[in-house]
């Protein structure tokens, strides 16, 4: 199969060589048992690889089972990949099959690979060397024939660095690399792909497809796209959604895309601190604040939920808090009823928690949010549903807010 071919089989969109090398690499690969570690950001598209490695392999009508290491708790990780022995630990009711052994004869994707604690490391060394592996709680070895891609998002030199991850694992699970390249040294194919997701939320949501003017391809092209094309795709999912007007201006896209990465300092950094970007830090500490406060709110109603014995849970935090796009990234499951829109998110409401702070410390927090939500809303023009979704909380949350400072 040509490079082309793979794209267009598995929906790989890009014209940029550095995608074409990755593609072509993981072609040439795939015939072979040799393990392969694929790097690059988060949001970059990473599982394609195992995927066209898999099934362009003879193992390919063998599952292909997919791991995420980041998401086991490091307590049970030996025995969900590895499985257990009737018995092995408290509550181990019966034996269990682990992921390797169901991947027997195909593939394991053992995906944020560099967050592996270091005795399930020593495990997966083994396997990968000779083939075995142990049970939890059992002491007989047990032979299983799998390949191995493993993806990572961190720099795995300073994890060995730091005594974080085997050198010697690294190296045997690194015997190819293949890197993705970020979206933002592929600017040619941003509106490609602009365009694509475009069509696919068209046809999701039976809507006419979005368009950009020339200048928002422009903004689009110089964003630095922190969270890749799993972001981009996301934004363009919500602008589907929610713009009436389907061509999109320059203006209009703004409100989308975070001025701040909030929670991480721009990457680069000029020598004179230019008035606009101290600005821009002070946004930054404002919003990590904010959050932290967001945060204690919702831990100071775990405390007061198990006081008064009954426990109401926090809201979850979102799967990627560090992106305000991605706030809400889960892709409606009704497509009438978006869940960007208009659903109550705003647990904070139902509990006094400020009365449970020092009053000083109470006037600057107050003092800080009122400082956030002003800016916040004159970024977007004082449009409400905009700035409630860059903070983070509802519309109606911060109607009451606006109430409350006489933002009006
Ligand atoms: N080249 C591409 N063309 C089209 N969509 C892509 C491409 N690469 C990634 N995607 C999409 O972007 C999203 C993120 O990709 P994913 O593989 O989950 O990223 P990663 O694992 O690197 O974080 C997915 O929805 C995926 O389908
Ligand atoms: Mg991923």
New binding site residues.
Partial sequence: MTVQEVKQRF????TQSA?DRAVFKAIQVAATDISVLVT?????????IPKIIHHLSHRKHAPLVAVNCGAIPEGTIDSELFGHEKGAFTGAAGARKGYFEEADGGTIFL?EVGELPLGTQVRLLRVLETGEFIKVGSSKAQKVNVRVVG?T?VDMLEKIDKGQFREDLYYRLNTVEIS?PPLRERKGDIHL?FR?FAQDFSQKYRVPAVRLSDEAVRVLETYRWPG???QL?NLVEQLCVVESDREINAEVLRQYIPEIDRRSVPARRDDALSQSEFQTEREILYKVLFDMRNDLNNLKQVVAGLAGGSFQAPQAPPAEASLPVLRHSEPASNPEVPRYMDLPQDDEETLDVDSAVEPDERLSLLDLELETIRRVLERHKGRRKNAAAELGISERTLYRKIKQFGLD
């Avoid at 690059?40 to 394609?48: A, P």
């Fill in positions: 929906g790989i969109i890009g995608l690059g950001e988060s949001g970059v598209g990473k599982e394609n995906d993806a998002n993705l792909l694509k890749n094309i799993r795709r």
